[in-house]
């Protein structure tokens, strides 16, 4: 079955920080565009940064841009995700998908185009 595996959530304080990682489950994602998502309770899963396949075009969202670092290492078969000045409002669960109508760029903002859903991973922001 093809997904992707989420990691490295956890409880963390206010400013402090988190890497997360994406790894594929059944197949390499060094040719995807790959997109990190969260959701926070009661809210509607929002995309927070997104990476084409050759790490040369980014995305990211206002809430968390200079905060948020996306990267990846195809040779790991990883996408990673350095939250730093971490804020209450961070807190969700984070999740990794596929970005399916090209390769070579990405958009954070419609989920539909994404596949590939891991479980996701926790993230939680609190004093």
């Known amino acids: 079955q093809l997904q992707f595996v989420e990691s490295g959530g956890g409880l963390v304080q206010p400013g402090g920080s988190l890497r997360l990682s994406c790894a594929a489950s059944?197949?390499?994602?060094?040719?995807?565009?790959i997109g990190w998502f969260r959701q926070a309770p009661g809210k509607e899963r929002e995309g927070v940064s997104c990476i084409a396949y050759s790490g040369d075009r980014l995305q990211t969202a206002d809430s968390v841009k200079g905060r948020f670092t996306i990267s990846r290492d195809n040779a790991k078969n990883r996408v990673y995700l350095q939250m730093n000045n971490l804020k209450p409002e961070d807190t969700g669960v984070y999740y990794c998908a596929r970005y399916r109508p090209s390769n070579y760029y990405c958009s954070i903002y419609n989920r539909a185009q994404y596949d590939y859903w891991g479980q996701g991973t926790q993230v939680t922001v609190s004093s």
């Open positions: 059944g197949f390499t994602l060094d040719t995807y565009a």
